[in-house]
């Protein structure tokens, strides 16, 4: 059974600090995506890795910045959190870019 | 610019009856074609595909369909069922200029018991 792990299903953080949302895949998968979903808005990509250590912006890359020292692990990065970042953050793995993504359980991050 | 698209935010279905629900697209370059769907406080799961040299594709309950010319793709639950509610995104890809998947911006499904 496929598996993408997100290490926290909620997190609150204060205005300035700085954030790590983590995120494992069991399927050896060359693509790795980090999304946020917010109402009315959809699913809008942040940014994506197609292999280690290699990595591209997304549609809204601003604030935000990601790594990727395995393969199977990707971090997303908020260097300095703020309001607007207070979202759902999905994660997802792939075999290629155009096949079906599997998604992780989600993070819903609150930012006070 | 949204390329994709979902005009209706929301939808109520009876339980049995047939839930339709729509997406557009403006690239013509999407060739690829898939539908996820979302309960709360989880992951995006895939439901179905499509490519563009098919025009319908069948699973089940579960039934798309893709007019090219119109830029439109529907997704078809016969019938509906109460485990049918969440929200179902569609989200499009092309071979060339634009790989990964593009999302629209969702459609909640309400099954009324």
């Known amino acids: 059974d496929v598996k993408v792990t997100q290490s926290s299903r909620y997190l609150v953080k204060r205005t300035g600090e700085k954030v790590f949302l983590e995120c494992v895949q069991d399927m050896d998968h060359e693509n790795m995506f980090w999304y946020r979903q917010d109402p009315g808005l959809g699913l809008r990509l942040i940014y994506f890795?197609?292999?280690?250590?290699?990595?591209e912006k997304g549609d809204i890359p601003e604030g935000y910045s990601v790594s990727r020292e395995k393969k199977e692990r990707f971090s997303l990065i908020l260097e300095s959190a703020s309001t607007n970042q207070t979202s759902m953050y999905l994660c997802a793995s792939s075999l290629t870019l155009r096949v079906e993504a599997f998604f992780g359980q989600g993070t819903r991050l609150t930012v006070v | 610019d949204q390329q994709v698209k979902q005009n209706s935010p929301s939808l109520s279905v009876q339980e049995g009856r047939i839930s339709i629900l729509n997406c557009d697209y403006t690239n013509s370059m999407f060739d690829y074609f898939l539908w996820y769907k979302k309960y709360p406080a989880e992951g995006p799961t895939f439901l179905i595909s499509i490519s563009s040299i098919k025009d319908k594709n069948e699973d089940g309950r579960f039934t798309v369909f893709l007019n090219k010319s119109a830029k439109h793709l529907s997704l078809h639950i016969v019938p509906s069922q109460p485990g049918d509610s969440a929200v179902y995104f569609c989200?499009?890809?092309?071979?060339?200029?634009?790989?990964?998947?593009?999302f629209g911006t969702g459609t909640r499904l309400t099954i009324i018991p």
């Open positions: 989200a499009a890809s092309a071979l060339v200029g634009n790989e990964k998947l593009t």
């Open positions: 890795s197609y292999d280690v250590k290699m990595k």
